[in-house]
Every structure is written in structure tokens, then in C-alpha cells.
């Protein structure tokens, strides 16, 4: 290699060729120590195997690194390898078993980005090989563990009817116990222009910063899905073969013979728009976009403000503790059906779910009252 090339590597780059080259390090010590541990001979030998095979991803970035006159020291399993080692020996094999698929699907996303980034010939090549080799190792390591989906994809999703319960129960709560809290530092029998002021102000400042939050993350949302578009596409590009082995699980999956299964994911992949198309329906689970980050803000922020304007609307038509009582019974019946509601996303039962936000909402205007009480006593 001459000093030409030398000079095309940056400091960036060799960090993470060097990163690379510790992950495969950790790689190969971790199925080792698994496979000790494994009592079924089959399932040993394909520990070992992958074992090997991280070997020789360690082989191949050293020889990068070596071709590029990188130092290189001697390196040892990270601290993180060793713990999942003792993990895996003393409390739950399983789950180190698992960690390591996802490991291994973070591999394969990383090359891929690596090899669609470099500029380097040979470290291009060595990026599309790994690549390949850990979407392998996923396949391996599915039927040790039970899984189906690509696990490199994530593109899980809150949805739209979640985001206002969440912001209607956001706005509700916080706004409930800044009020408590004003209640407790005034004299709220004849200040109620100070309790309305504040549950006003409260109102539109918890919507508009949930109503950000929510436009950020159906845009994070959109990005995401976009970027996992893309990395699929690439997959079906430079490795057609692991993906057709991929649909031909998903179709045997469904009911068709294996054989029927073989020839549909055959016939699926002669075609790359096709393909690109069933496999973001089928193992990304993206369908059509019904909403946009700019929709999402909106109806978040709108959540929150009916959420935050309930504690606050008694004291517009009344006054005194008449427009406190109200205030507080609204509140807490808000909570309970908040929190009944709730349970449609989280599957507990409606009562439970509905009374521990009863709980909630009453913790919170305590802690705010007593807040308030101590401010007025020893601030004002």
C-alpha cells in the first residue's frame, strides 16, 4: 500500500475501521463463551461457527488497518463482552442470546452505511462482505432464538389517537398542578385573576411545547421510516439472495408449503420495485402515511390545550371555593377517564388503569398545593 492512500484515511475513518474491528472482537469472544455453555451439539456448533466466522471479520480489518500502516495494539474483549459473558453463565443465557442478534442487526445496518460512504476500494468490499455475512449470522441466530422480522428495521409507531390521549393527559395534569400550586400560595377566594392569568398562560405554553414535540416526533417518525426505506432497498440491491430467503420464510410463515413459498419469493425478487414494495409491507410493516408532522403538532397541541383548560374553565363563570370544588372534581374525573382511556394502548384493566390516574392527578395537585403553600410562607 503506498503512502498515497496512506494520506486518503482520516482520523475519523480509522476510528471506525478500529470500532469495527473491536465489535467483531467482542463478537467472536461472546459466541465462544456461549457455545461452552450450550448443552444441545447442534445448537454448540453453530456457535462455534460463528465463532469462526468473527475470526475472520477480525482478520479482515486488521489486514485493512495493516494496508493502511494504522498502529494497531493487541485487543481484548471490552468490559461489556465480559459482563454479558458472566451474565450469560450466571443469570440468563437467553437473553445474552438475543442481545447478540441485535448486535449482529446493528452490524449489518453500519456496513451497509459504511460500504454506501467509503470511498476506499477495499474497504468498500470488506464493508458489502461483513454486511452480507452478519445478515447470515441474524438468520442463525433467529432459529436459536425464535425470531421472524429483520431485526435491524425499527419502525415502531405511537399513532395518532395515542398521541391525544398522551397530550390531553399531559396537559390536563401538568396544568392541574400549576393551579393547585397558585391556589396554595393566594388567597384564591378573592384572587381569581391571578389563578386564571396562570391556568391561561399555562395552557398555552404546555400546548404549543407538546404541540412541538409532537410536529418533531412524526417528523423523527418520517425520517426514520424513510431512512429504513432506503436501507431495504440497498439489501435487495447487494444481497438478492438473503432477502428472497427472507420473503420465502415470510410467505411459509403465512401457510404456503415451502416450496410455493421458494417460488413466490423467486418470482417477487425478479423484480426489485416489487420486492422493495412487499417487503416494506410485509417485514418494515409501513403502510400508507395517513398524517404529516405538520397534522401531528396540531392535534397534539390541541389535545393538550382541552387537556389543560379543563382545571382552569370553572373559574371563568365562578369564583371562591365554588370555582375551586368544580375545578377539582373536573380534574379528577378528567384523570379517571384519561387514564380509562389509557388502557386501550397499555391492556390493563379500565378501572385500574383509570383509578391509578385518579392517583396521579390527586398526588400531583397535592405536591403543587404544598409547593404553592411553602413559596407563599417563606418567599413572600
Known amino acids: 500500500m503506498d503512502t498515497q492512500n496512506v494520506e486518503k484515511v482520516d ?3 480509522i476510528r471506525t475501521w478500529k470500532h469495527h474491528l473491536q465489535e467483531e472482537i467482542d463478537a467472536n469472544f461472546l459466541y465462544s463463551q456461549f457455545a461452552q455453555l450450550e ?45 454479558w459473558s458472566w ?18 442487526a446493528s452490524e449489518v445496518k453500519d ?69 393547585a400550586g397558585v391556589i396554595g400560595a393566594t388567597d384564591a377566594a378573592s384572587d381569581v385573576s391571578t389563578i386564571v392569568v396562570m391556568g391561561i398562560v399555562g395552557t398555552v405554553a404546555d400546548s404549543l411545547s407538546m404541540g412541538a414535540s409532537g410536529y418533531l416526533a412524526a417528523k423523527s417518525e418520517q425520517e426514520v421510516y424513510e431512512h429504513e426505506i432506503e436501507v431495504e432497498k440497498e439489501e435487495i440491491r447487494l444481497m438478492p439472495d438473503i432477502e428472497e430467503d427472507e420473503l420465502a420464510l415470510i410467505y411459509a410463515t403465512r401457510g404456503l408449503p415451502k416450496e410455493h413459498a421458494r417460488l413466490l419469493a423467486k418470482e417477487v425478487m425478479s423484480d426489485p420495485e416489487r420486492a422493495l414494495e412487499e417487503k416494506i409491507q410485509s417485514e418494515l410493516k409501513i403502510g400508507e402515511s395517513h398524517t404529516t408532522p405538520f397534522k401531528e403538532g396540531w392535534i397534539t397541541g390541541l389535545a393538550t390545550a382541552i387537556g389543560a383548560f379543563i382545571p382552569v374553565a370553572p373559574f371563568l363563570v365562578s369564583s371562591g371555593f365554588t370555582a375551586i370544588w368544580t375545578s377539582f372534581s373536573l380534574a379528577m374525573l378528567s384523570h379517571f377517564g384519561v387514564g380509562a382511556a389509557r388502557s386501550l394502548f397499555t391492556g390493563r384493566g379500565l378501572f385500574r388503569s383509570g383509578f391509578d390516574m ?23
Open 11 to 13: 482520523s475519523k475513518t
Open 39 to 83: 448443552p444441545d451439539p447442534e445448537r454448540q456448533d453453530i456457535l462455534l461457527e460463528l465463532a469462526e466466522v468473527e475470526n475472520r471479520h477480525i482478520g479482515r480489518w486488521e489486514e485493512i488497518l495493516d494496508n493502511y500502516n494504522v498502529k494497531q495494539q493487541k485487543k481484548r474483549p471490552t468490559l461489556k463482552a465480559r459482563f
Open 87 to 104: 451474565y450469560a453463565r450466571k443469570i440468563n443465557r437467553s437473553l445474552a442470546l438475543s442481545r447478540m442478534l441485535n448486535e449482529e
Open 111 to 179: 456496513y451497509l452505511i459504511l460500504h454506501r460512504n467509503s470511498t476506499l476500494a477495499d474497504a468498500k468490499e470488506t464493508a458489502l462482505d461483513l454486511a452480507r455475512e452478519s445478515a447470515l449470522h441474524t438468520e442463525n441466530l433467529k432459529e436459536l432464538t425464535g425470531t421472524s422480522d429483520e431485526p435491524w428495521h425499527k419502525t415502531e409507531s405511537g399513532g395518532t389517537l395515542g398521541n391525544i390521549v398522551y397530550g390531553f393527559n399531559d396537559g390536563l395534569t401538568a396544568n392541574f398542578g400549576l393551579l
Open 358 to 380: 385518579f392517583v396521579v392527578g390527586l398526588g400531583v395537585a397535592a405536591v403543587g398545593y404544598i409547593v404553592g403553600k411553602l413559596l407563599e410562607n417563606y418567599l413572600f
